[in-house]
């Protein structure tokens, strides 16, 4: 049992190891933003305050802006801008999330008869974390209000602890599995343990290769990015100036 302990231990003691990136520049988004092929929305609790239709009509608190030629080709430079970033920014932020929870269940599986009760609600709040921050469907994504030069802290800090959480609220009903195979004789308790050791190892080891992926590559957008949203804040700026009532809903923010 001493091994069983050991190997859960060097699982989540790898789930919580921190990765640390460099960030590039302080870039916020003061609010939402939901994206679909034909509009952008700039939503705040829940509610759209701009938004732009195929990338040339824009509209405030619902209500339709009419724009001259030069007014219009701005919209579209910010409308392009915003596509051209987010959603690979979304991408980024939730790829290899759905797997490395399926590696947990696979762990899990390997232990006991069935998946304990509290894992399925730990790894729910997991799901719930990262879509409150990051969502897409077949036709959208979703980003929440943030600091984009700390997206990697989100991944392999607070998506890291709930993960182990998840697997350290499910020990109790692991171990009470083990100790009731253990007690009907149902087959050799030391080479279940022995085998999920050496599951455990592994796909820790594997998470924590898509941990470090994750922030590398976190990493090396964040210079991209501040320039793109540096470029992308001086066209609102620019659109701003042509419709004063866009100051009240500021978008991009830069913090040098």
Known sequence: MNRLLSAIALFCAV??????????????????????????????DGQ?????????????????IEL???????????????????PELVNLATDG????????????????????????????????????????GDDFFFIAPQSLSKIDDFFTKEISQKIHSAVHGSLGSILVSLGDAFKSREGNIEDRINDMGQRMEIISKEIDKSLQKKAHQLEEKAAEYCECLN????????LQRIVPELVAYDLVQIRS
């Not at 460099?22 to 003061?30: F, W």
């Not at 470029?231 to 620019?238: G, R």
């Open 15 to 44: 789930l919580t190891s921190p990765v640390h990136a460099k960030n590039k520049c302080d870039v916020e988004l003061g609010h939402g933003l939901i994206i679909t092929d034909n509009e952008i929305r700039i939503v705040d």
């Open 48 to 64: 759209t305050r701009i938004q732009i239709n195929n990338d040339s009509q824009l509209f405030i608190l619902g209500r339709w």
């Open 68 to 86: 001259d030629q030069e007014g219009e080709e701005v919209v579209r430079e910010y409308s392009i801008g915003i596509r051209d970033t987010v």
């Open 97 to 136: 999330v759905n797997l490395g929870l399926s590696a947990i269940e696979q762990v899990v599986e390997g232990m006991s008869d069935k998946e304990p009760e509290v894992l399925k609600t730990q790894l729910q709040y997991v799901e719930r974390a990262l879509m409150d921050k990051f969502k897409r």
């Open 231 to 238: 470029t992308l804040d001086q066209t609102e700026e620019k």
